[in-house]
């Protein structure tokens, strides 16, 4: 069992930042993938960013590509999404989810078995 709390959410104005946490616990979620996805009003959750716990690789969406960063403390057991040169179009619910790894970094939201409770992230124009 893998149990993750996110926090940092807000409002913010298009070109400024915001920096998400997902603190991770439970028994084996080193062995797991760590994502970030996001779901605005009306549409589908979509994948953002994850890192593999073991070795820290990670992946990002196109959309966020040079803009955001994942990261991962191993001492707090706690991943982060940097956000800078936020858009409106970034407004939604940032959830962060575990997938076991497996074979190349998880993407799809149907491989990630286990979610936060999501934090709002809002960008004013």
């Known amino acids: 069992q893998v149990q993750l709390v996110e926090s940092g959410g807000g409002l913010v104005q298009a070109g400024g930042s915001l920096r998400l946490s997902c603190v991770v616990s439970?028994?084996?979620?080193?062995?797991?993938?760590i994502g970030w996805f996001r779901q605005a009003p009306g549409k589908e959750r979509e994948f953002v960013a994850a890192i593999r716990w073991i070795g820290g690789s990670t992946k990002y969406a196109d959309s966020v590509k040079g803009r955001f960063t994942i990261s991962r403390d191993n001492a707090k057991n706690t991943v982060y999404l940097q956000m800078n040169s936020l858009r409106p179009e970034d407004t939604a619910v940032y959830y962060c989810a575990a997938a076991r790894s497996l074979g190349t970094i998880r993407a799809a939201r149907d491989d990630y078995n286990y979610w936060g409770q999501g934090t709002q992230v809002t960008v004013s124009s």
């Open positions: 439970g028994r084996t979620f080193s062995n797991y993938d």
